[in-house]
DNA sequence: TCATTTATCTAGCGGTCGCTACAGAAATGA
DNA sequence: TCATTTCTGTAGCGACCGCTAGATAAATGA
């Protein structure tokens, strides 16, 4: 069904990725190893803006709406450009995610990460995502969310679903590693309790995307913490 | 851009959606008034169920990724006789909603309807919600939280986000009664509490699609319910 | 029997989709 | 200067999109 050219595509596409950005990102000479300079004709614009811009366009629109001919208007790149750079449409959206979840999407990981108790992890990640899903300047909601729902491709949607998936996953273990250490009472349901916070997260995504505000979701937000035995009830 | 006979289609789509249907559905001579039978070829289908095959492929792939060849293939009609019993491919889906609210989308209004307080009208919803997402024989999650998402079509994805929102207020007013007769406390903030629900609503949607079970489901709408002062705590 | 009405079938319209062949342009190293 | 390498612009491929014209089939009323 589809062209045999593509591991081609794909592998001047990772080169494109690796080498001949050195040649227009990193104007300071420095960098030790590798080639120095790139040699044929410069690339013309730059990459990560770019792929910015492409990361914008399939956030509002979703992977499938997004056209190649849309990607190419506002990456203000001819097609021949884009998949000499990217690949193909999915690799490129597939790059965007990885870039989405680095820039926009990494605070739950952080909140996991940094946070003393599952509930502190759950608390600030509800509170900053009422934000980032607010944030002006860039579509409502979470990509990982609504992008890729009702795709006709089913590996993509699938990708993302696995993100969402393995982000409770996280919050589960989260909740274990508490329970185990007597934080939380041994009865706690940590499956359940994780389950609970992916909805409400992508709940608030949902809401944000049908406008509701910061102030409102943070208002959800609130509600929803309240379901937490208060820090500090940890039985014997 | 779009061909301009869309009236003439419509035209005749609804004189298929009444009147034809009357001789083909309604086997029982009885019916009182209007034309008894129909005048030319009679439909080779039957309507309604050609609409519950379209109901059930826009409710699993979402109303673009549902093609219209999709379409005639699952209804195994022709195109042209999709066209003449329900007009174009928008408004086909827009009987396809309205099906698919009184049929399967019906459980929050009448637990709005029947319960005594909002809070019970709430517990039913989330409940029910949790076995209607996850019943087998249909897709699972709700075609109105889905099916119209990253949707090319703005005018499509809108009228689903108003039927959303629409939901959200509903609950809202209900929620405001109860809070004026004493039943919740004066403090209740009823827009949070509303769209915290609508978030807990979609959000288990979500989790349906993306393969919570039913019992998993209801232990989230467990926890979801912990949230609201008990029935019986009105103050004076 | 036959004109009328309505539905179906075949075939294909113009448009967009993702993607690429090809030729020319702009850099390098010799 | 010139061969080599790489990127860019034009132009268009085959496939599918939503949708429909035109011919034919099956019912009705006369």
Redesign the interface.
Known sequence: MHPMVNDDAAAKARTGSDAANAGAAEKAAGGGKARTKSRGRPRSFDRETALEKALLAFWE?????TSVSDLTRVMDIGAPSLYAAFGDKRSLFEEVVRVYGTRYGSFTDRALAEEPTARDAVERTLREAATAYTQPGHPHGCLV???A????TPEVEESL?DR??ANIAAFESRIRADVAAGVLPPAT?A???A??T???????S??A????SRE?LE??A???L??WPRTGTHTG
């Open positions: 629109h979703g992977y499938e709406a969310v609504h992008a729902t009702n795709c006709s679903r969402r998936n349901d499956a359940a309790l389950r609970h992916g909805a409400m997260i992508q709940g608030m949902q809401q995307r049908d406008g509701a409102e208002a959800v609130e509600i929803a309240s379901i």
